[in-house]
């Protein structure tokens, strides 16, 4: 009797903390919104990740940008198809723990009229509560562009990896995952922060691909009291 008791209550639990969580996802982002200039998008991104050896792995991800809606406090909805931007990632990764890796890298960002460049640095740690699989993100970069003051960023990232059916996630089957982010910068001694709602559903295909689906919520520029919204929506193909 003990023995099931157990078994079900972590399952009733895991439940009510996944419709606490689209709940607050949805409410909160909706109510920002309103009071925000807003930009919806397209975010495709493709992320192809391999594994040297037991401690050594790399990363290679590519992503665009496509503006799509553009709205402003004032004016109703228009649609405005632009291309903004591409960015490529090149990433190595060291494990220095059973759930804790460094990761070092650089990222190309491809404009229609520049090209930049970023640095990157990164702490990620995980663990495993019941069968949420929480990782947490540390990270520093830094932005080198020809016609735009170098940017320091401070990041941290909580993410969430609930499986939809069962106790973990295996082929074939959905998962759903949630990811808040906050980023300090600064740029020309001016601070900013910006706030980061990335909720996710997602498919393992097979062993080595899955695609996920989502919002990518970015909130910014709080310090000038002139917040902008902007809404991409992700699809990204992992192999």
């Not at 050896?53 to 990363?59: H, L, Y």
């Not at 970023?118 to 562009?145: C, G, L, P, W, Y």
Request: proline share 2%; net charge positive; charged share 25%.
């Amino acid at each position: 009797m003990f023995y099931r008791l157990y078994k079900i209550k972590p399952t009733t639990l895991n439940i009510r903390i996944k419709l606490l969580l689209i709940f607050f996802m949805l409410s909160g982002s909706k109510e920002l919104r309103a009071q925000a200039q807003t930009r919806v998008g397209l975010l495709p991104s493709i992320n192809y990740n391999h594994e040297i050896n037991k401690v050594w792995e790399v990363n290679f991800k590519f992503e665009s940008r496509h503006l799509v809606l553009e709205k402003s406090t004032s004016q109703s909805s228009v649609f405005k198809y632009k291309y903004l931007l591409s960015d490529v990632f090149a990433l190595v990764g060291r494990r220095v723990g059973l759930n804790s890796k460094v990761v070092l890298g650089v990222l190309t960002r491809i404009e229609p009229d520049e090209v930049s460049y970023r640095t990157i640095q990164q702490f990620i740690f995980q663990t495993k509560i019941e069968n949420f699989r929480v990782a947490h993100r540390i990270a520093t970069d830094q932005t080198f562009s020809s016609t735009e003051s170098n940017e320091f960023r401070l990041r941290y990232r909580l993410s969430v990896e609930i499986p939809l059916s069962g106790l973990k996630v295996d082929v074939k089957e959905f998962y759903f995952k949630f990811n808040t982010e906050v980023l300090n910068s600064i740029q020309d001694n001016e601070y900013d922060i910006e706030l980061r709602a990335v909720p996710n559903i997602g498919y393992v295909i097979n062993e080595q691909h899955k695609i996920e689906l989502g919002l990518d919520n970015r909130f910014v520029s709080f310090t000038d009291n002139q917040t902008h919204f902007t809404s991409w929506i992700t699809i990204n193909w992992f192999l």
